[in-house]
């Protein structure tokens, strides 16, 4: 793991990313570049998650990572920043990652939505995530790590 990433930080190289999507023939090309991970369950995204992330479940991290080869930085997404850390450490240590910067969302989706605001929901959901993660319990960052 290479550390954290502010959100203001992390806003900052997505508008660098939606500028270079727009170059060349115009299609996007997530292998390369960044991927930012939201180790969360599918409910929890759905209600809620940072542009143009993917959704991969922490208790499917170990299956799923070499999904990630090829990425030159990776940012993983929780809801406080803690378990994010965990992924971030796990991620890195898997060797098909190479040279990618590997890095954790400081103070998770909270602080993004604090800081920058912009949250995207998926298709059919309300989009009051705050609301639904009261219900939910709201302070699940997840199952302890597995190793």
């Known amino acids: 793991m290479d550390g954290e990433v502010d959100p203001e930080e992390l806003a900052a190289l997505l508008d660098e ?7 060349a023939d115009g299609s996007e090309d ?3 570049g960044l991927r ?14 940072l542009p143009g992330s993917e959704c ?9 990572v ?6 030159s930085r990776i940012v ?3 809801p406080h920043g803690i378990a994010s850390r965990q992924a971030a450490q796990l991620i890195g ?9 590997v890095e954790s969302l400081r103070g998770g ?24 993660d009261e219900r939910d319990g709201g302070t699940d960052e997840g199952p302890d790590a597995p190793f």
């Not at 990313?17 to 170059?23: I, R, S, T, V």
């Not at 070499?66 to 990425?71: D, F, M």
């Not at 240590?93 to 910067?101: E, F, K, L, M, T």
């Not at 989706?109 to 639904?132: F, H, K, M, N, Y």
């Open 56 to 64: 991969v479940p922490f208790p499917e991290l170990t299956t799923r």
């Open 17 to 23: 990313e939606d500028g270079a999507d727009g170059d």
């Open 109 to 132: 989706v909270e602080a993004w939505q604090r800081d920058v605001g912009e949250l995207e929901t998926t298709d059919g959901e309300s989009g009051e995530a705050g609301e639904a």
């Open 36 to 49: 930012i991970v939201d180790i969360r369950d599918r409910r929890a995204f759905d209600r809620g998650h």
């Open 76 to 78: 993983t997404v929780c």
């Open 93 to 101: 240590s898997y060797a098909g990652i190479g040279d990618a910067r």
């Open 66 to 71: 070499e999904g990630l080869t090829g990425a």
């Open 30 to 32: 997530d292998e390369g």
